[in-house]
């Protein structure tokens, strides 16, 4: 079985940056789309970026465009989410989730999916 585990969340102040890692075992996910996505208290979840297995192609929710940048490391079997500028309505419990078909669609879920980290970030 596969395992996704997230760490870097935490809690910031508006306009600071965050960096959320997800550290894959188990599988080779090295071969997988993966995607980060969220959900706020109260709120649906939605996805919030997603990249190809290759790293070549990304995709990110209007919301987040110009200030989060997905990533991954396959040799380290590892997927990064670089969070700058963070807003009070980016507070959500983020999570790391792999193996979808490119692109990733609404209501098409991953089929793996991390614990998730929480992110707040203070007005």
């Known amino acids: 079985q596969g395992q996704l585990v997230e760490s870097g969340g935490g809690l910031v102040q508006a306009g600071g940056s965050l960096r959320l890692s997800c550290a894959a075992s188990?599988?080779?996910?090295?071969?997988?789309?993966m995607a980060w996505f969220r959900q706020a208290l109260g709120k649906e979840r939605e996805s919030v970026a997603a990249?190809?297995?290759?790293?070549?192609?990304?995709y990110y929710a209007d919301s987040v465009k110009g200030r989060f940048t997905i990533s991954r490391d396959n040799a380290k079997n590892t997927m990064y989410l670089q969070m700058n500028n963070l807003k009070p309505e980016d507070t959500a419990v983020y999570y790391c989730?792999?193996?979808?078909?490119?692109?990733?669609?609404?209501?098409?879920?991953?089929?793996?999916w991390g614990q998730g980290t929480q992110v707040t970030v203070s007005s």
């Open positions: 188990g599988r080779t996910f090295s071969r997988y789309h």
């Open positions: 989730t792999a193996n979808f078909p490119w692109p990733l669609r609404a209501g098409l879920l991953p089929d793996y």
């Open positions: 990249i190809s297995w290759s790293g070549g192609l990304t």
